[in-house]
Structure formats: structure tokens, C-alpha cells
Nanobody, 118 residues
Framework: QVHLVESGGGLVQAGGSLRLSCTASEDTVSSYTMGWFRRAPGKEREFVVSITSYGGTTYSRDSEKGRFTISRDNAKNTVYLQMSSLKPEDTAVYYC???????????WGQGTQVTVSS
């Protein structure tokens, strides 16, 4: 069973930046589509962005596309989420996930808290 571990969350002021990392326990993730989701307080978990094994990206909305950048380093079994121009509404627990087959997000990390103060 592949495990995903997120890191890099924390407290940042509005307008600041953070880089989240998601490291997998096995190198098989290099063939998986990887993604980031988030759950804000009192809200449902939502999709943020994904990246395929060959680097194709999908963003949930254009506003994130301009501020968030997903990337992956298959040699390190790691996916990154670079976030800039952060807003208080970006405050959430951010989760890393992987699609193993059939388009299902079947592997999840434990999440990392991002708090943006105004």
C-alpha cells in the first residue's frame, strides 16, 4: 500500500507564499495522476489541481491557475503545490491524493493545515 505524506503547511499572512510537498512511499506513483484537494472549515472537500504522469495539469478554476502551481519530481516521488498571493479564503487542510486506476482518487495523505491570516 502506497502512503502519501504532506508537509509544508503553516501560518502565513495574506499575500504570502507556501510550498506544499507530498512524498510517496513508493516510486510507483510516478505513473499515477496526482492531485491536491482542500477542505476549508465548514465546507466540503474540493479539488484544487492535478498533474498527470507526463506533466499535464488541470486546475479547478482560473483563479487558482494564476496563483497555484503544481509540479512533480518523479525521482523524489514527490509532488509540489506552490501557492502564492495567498488569501484568507485559502485557509484549509490540504490533501494530496493519487489516482491508481479507473480515474478514482484512491490514495490519500493525512493532510496539512494552511492558515492565511488577514
Amino acid at each position: 500500500q502506497v502512503h502519501l505524506v504532506e508537509s509544508g503547511g503553516g501560518l502565513v499572512q495574506a499575500g504570502g507564499s507556501l510550498r506544499l510537498s507530498c512524498t510517496a512511499s513508493e516510486d510507483t506513483v510516478s505513473s499515477y495522476t496526482m492531485g491536491w484537494f482542500r477542505r476549508a472549515p465548514g465546507k466540503e472537500r474540493e479539488f484544487v489541481v492535478s498533474i498527470t504522469s507526463y506533466g499535464g495539469t488541470t486546475y479547478s478554476r482560473d483563479s487558482e491557475k494564476g496563483r497555484f502551481t503544481i509540479s512533480r519530481d518523479n525521482a523524489k516521488n514527490t509532488v509540489y503545490l506552490q501557492m502564492s498571493s495567498l488569501k484568507p479564503e485559502d485557509t484549509a487542510v490540504y490533501y494530496c491524493a493519487a489516482v491508481v486506476r479507473n480515474g478514482v482518487w484512491s490514495i490519500w495523505g493525512q493532510g496539512t493545515q494552511v492558515t492565511v491570516s488577514s
